[in-house]
T-cell receptor, first 114, second 115 residues
């Protein structure tokens, strides 16, 4: 079974631009979560989608948004990029996003904001 | 505040040494605990998880962890490390958030195993 895939793997943007990252979950998984990984803050939860609905959101500004499609693929969008948005963005999928579900992570998208 | 703490940020061991990485959490009620590993250049992978039952859980590659409820701890252990265990290790709690759940990670421990 194919793992979680994320595209693109690397992105370079400039301040003020916007960016869209894509995530394809493991087949059959309906929950997709997004995390930001930085050296200073570690791994921080952004949001989680299940059946096209955002169920929860971490403590990030409204510039960070996402959506999920009927095939469970998900996108996240960051508008008005800031230097501090440079990070590795990880997508994880699980069957239902329940408390005991294991989340499987993709390789991430490395975003650099200049 | 709910949090996950990993005490050792950087650990250096020689091959064949024993490993113990500390993890403490501050959550009330039932907790679901995970250890993930991130090898250099690779994505996060699950090492092991604990939901209930036997507090000593075994994972992949010879790793195990012990859940001690009274100490709010979930320490990771391996009797004899190998060079290939060089990686970053993350402890996490799957916590209720909104109408779903989210992994709350510790800051991670970077392990370097020297030959």
């Amino acid at each position: 079974k194919a793992g979680v895939t994320q595209t693109p793997r690397y992105l370079i943007k400039t301040r003020g631009q916007q960016v869209t990252l894509s995530c394809s979950p493991i087949s059959g998984h309906r929950s997709v979560s997004w995390y930001q990984q930085t050296p200073g803050q570690g791994l921080q939860f952004l949001f989680e989608y299940f059946s096209e609905t955002q169920r929860n959101k971490g403590n990030f500004p409204g510039r960070f948004s996402g959506r999920q499609f009927s095939n469970s693929r998900s996108e996240m969008n960051v508008s008005t990029l800031e230097l501090g948005d440079s990070a590795l963005y990880l997508c994880a999928s699980s069957q239902t996003g329940g408390s005991t579900d294991t989340q499987y992570f993709g390789p991430g998208t490395r975003l650099t904001v200049l | 505040a709910q949090s996950v703490s990993q005490h050792n940020h950087h650990v250096i061991l020689s091959e064949a040494a024993s490993l113990e990485l500390g993890c403490n959490y501050s959550y009330g009620g039932t907790v679901n605990l995970f250890w993930y590993v991130q090898y250099p250049g690779q994505h996060l992978q699950l090492l092991l998880k604990y939901f209930s039952g036997d507090p000593l859980v075994k994972g992949i590659k010879g790793f195990e962890a012990e859940f001690i409820k009274s100490k709010f701890s979930f320490n990771l252990r391996k009797p004899s490390v190998q060079w290939s265990d060089t990686a970053e290790y993350f402890c996490a709690v799957n916590a209720r958030m909104g109408s779903g759940y989210a992994l709350n990670f510790g800051k991670g421990t970077s392990l370097l195993v020297t030959p």
